[in-house]
């Protein structure tokens, strides 16, 4: 059982470059959320995804795009990356329900734009 | 406008000894919340939640506490062990944002436990 699988692992990109990260969940979870980890300002919220058709903006979605492939695939993209979005991005999943189920994390992308 | 606040950037302990982490929130709309531990280059893992209904809520050497009037809440560790190095990040969400569980981070503690 893989959980949530963020491809690529690292990534560098150059300001003005476009890219899309990748993530795939195998335990059927109906929603899926991006969020990037900064120094000192822990993880934040870009996008989720409730259910499978349905996204929602975050904290941060500012630069970013997201498409909720399937109920399995949840991809950001980043249309013209520039140097303040380079960070750690992590793909989360979880089961929708009254008992805020905890979310389970994928192992990251780390993203440097120079 | 910081929500979740852990003002300890690191904590050092013995092994064997407890370890305490704090969190304090702002947003009085929040009522669930959880702890997350993050090794280097992995994702964060859930550890253990409360809900604003408990005061309390323990699994084995976890046990996290609340105050809601303070709006505070520590995790406790005991006894400590090497493989508790780690960061702790704490986070909340508000009940009636739907089917989402979006939650609010805080900063991270790192713990290191010593020999």
């Known amino acids: 059982n893989a959980g949530v699988t963020q491809t690529p692992k690292f990534q560098v990109l150059k300001t003005g470059q476009s890219m899309t990260l990748q993530c795939a969940q195998d335990m059927n979870h109906n929603s899926m959320y991006w969020y990037r980890q900064d120094p000192g300002m822990g993880l934040r919220l870009i996008y989720y995804?409730?259910?499978?058709?349905?996204?929602d903006k975050g904290e941060v979605p500012n630069g970013y795009n997201v498409s909720r492939l399937n109920k399995r695939e949840f991809s950001l993209r980043l249309e013209s990356a520039a140097p303040s979005q380079t960070s750690v991005y992590f793909c989360?999943?979880?089961?929708?329900?009254?008992?805020?189920?905890?979310?389970?994390f994928g192992n990251g992308t780390r993203l440097t734009v120079t | 406008d910081q929500q979740v606040k852990q003002n300890s950037p690191s904590l050092s302990v013995q092994e064997g000894r407890i370890s305490i982490l704090n969190c304090d929130y702002t947003?009085?709309?929040?009522?669930?919340f959880l702890w997350y531990k993050k090794y280097p280059a992995e994702g964060p893992t859930f550890l253990i939640s409360i809900s604003s209904i408990k005061d309390k809520n323990e699994d084995g050497r976890f046990t996290v506490f609340l105050n809601k009037s303070a709006k505070h809440l520590s995790l406790h560790i005991v006894p400590s062990q090497p493989g508790d190095s780690a960061v702790y990040f704490c986070a909340a969400s508000a009940h009636g944002t739907g089917t989402a569980s979006k939650l609010t981070f805080g900063t991270g503690t790192r713990l290191q436990v010593t020999l």
């Open positions: 947003n009085s709309m929040f009522d669930y």
């Open positions: 989360a999943s979880s089961e929708v329900g009254l008992n805020n189920s905890p979310l389970h």
């Open positions: 995804s409730a259910s499978e058709g349905t996204t």
